[in-house]
Nanobody
């Protein structure tokens, strides 16, 4: 099991940017894929982006071109750079690592 701690959420106006960070510990960082999910009130948790150990990325269609996931092995950290934010991006964002580790979540609120 790996421990995950997110940071970087907050309140931003539409069109603004935020960067989420997720620090991992407890297992060799280079051995697992990671990603970000989000859950808005009343909705199911959904995939936002993932990144493999080799750096291959995958994005939900609605965030392509606006969000960028990256990882820094020296810092055992994965990032989610979110640009051109929209009110519909408002959700709790969760960090995830294979096979089934989750962070506590960080709130992102985008005002119109």
């Amino acid at each position: 099991q790996v421990q995950l701690v997110e940071s970087g959420g907050g309140l931003v106006q539409a069109g603004g940017s935020l960067r989420l960070s997720c620090a991992a510990s407890g297992r060799a960082f280079s051995m697992f894929s990671m990603g970000w999910y989000r859950q808005a009130p009343g909705l199911q948790r959904e995939l936002v982006a993932t990144i493999t150990v080799t750096g291959s990325t995958n994005y939900q269609y609605s965030v392509k071109g606006r969000f960028t996931i990256s990882r820094d092995s020296a810092k055992n950290t994965v990032y989610l750079q979110m640009n051109s934010l929209k009110p519909e991006d408002t959700a709790v964002y969760y960090c995830w690592a294979t096979p089934n580790s989750w962070g506590q979540g960080t709130q992102v609120t985008v005002s119109s």
